[in-house]
């Protein structure tokens, strides 16, 4: 039988990581890495697993290659702190630890909630996410926001949800939005500069592409609001994407002057 390490990456998740930490509690290991929490998130994580470790916040790259490397069995599952592996999703995977893997990863359907409600549209559902794997063939994506696990060789493709509470409230929707379109903003900033046109009309394409093109009307004013975050988060980055592009002209000109 094939054991399986659980990793999660956490800070101040006092109000999630027991219900995730609940929904994996079946696995042989769980890794939580915790990036320094102020609440009682440790204290929480060390009721399921003595494996819980404190890393200086460096951002997710870093924080989820620690996670694999502290992990002592080679198959990986791959979670946040927000998120919970459903009954059945668990029972998929329990079998293939039974009988086997035959590929190097595998690919998840994630049940994304807003708010008190499951969104299907706007590309929200299935969500697929590559969370199983063996952690030999495996690497991350470099990138700042939204990264995500690769594997050397096919890719298979499990049935049953993770289930993601991704959009609890307004106000820590807003802080992330805040949080992630600089993120975002720190990709973009060396490449093509930003113009007036991007700051109008992206945005406003970005509601349009989730609540017409990938159908968020289909969940009314929740689908409405996804849409708006998409094009607040547009907003925001190509906005901050534009001050730091500015900020650093601004230095390499008066840096020249100086010389």
């Not at 819980?52 to 916040?57: E, L």
Request: charge should be neutral; proline fraction near 2%.
């Amino acid at each position: 039988m094939v054991k399986l390490s659980v990793v999660i990456i956490a800070g101040n998740e006092e109000k999630n990581i027991k219900d995730c930490l609940e929904s994996v509690k079946w696995a042989d290991e769980i890794i939580v890495v915790d990036s320094g929490s102020s609440d009682r998130t440790r204290d929480i994580a060390s009721g399921y697993t003595q494996k819980v470790f404190v890393k200086k916040w460096e951002g997710f790259v870093p924080a989820r290659e620690y996670s694999v490397v502290m992990a002592s069995n080679d198959w990986i599952l791959s979670i946040d702190a927000d998120e919970r592996i459903s009954d059945e999703l668990k029972i998929e995977i329990k079998d293939y630890l039974q009988k086997g893997f035959d590929k190097p990863g595998y690919r998840i359907p994630r049940r994304n909630y807003f708010l008190d409600k499951v969104i299907k549209s706007c590309s929200w559902y299935p969500d697929y996410q590559l969370r199983l794997f063996n952690k030999n063939y495996a690497r991350l994506t470099e990138r700042k926001v939204h990264e995500g696990f690769e594997v050397n060789g096919e890719v298979g493709y499990l049935k049953n949800d993770i289930i993601h509470f991704t959009h609890q409230n307004i106000t820590d929707t807003i802080k992330k939005i805040n949080d992630y379109s600089y993120l975002q903003a720190l990709e973009k900033a060396d490449g093509k500069r930003v113009s007036a046109k991007n700051l109008i009309l992206n945005p406003v394409a970005a509601f349009l592409n989730h609540f017409i093109g990938r159908r968020g009307f289909k969940d009314g004013i929740y689908g409405m609001m996804v849409s708006l975050i998409h094009m607040m988060t547009n907003l925001l980055t190509y906005m901050k994407t534009w001050e730091l592009q500015n900020i650093n002209s601004a230095k390499e000109d008066l840096n020249e002057k100086e010389k």
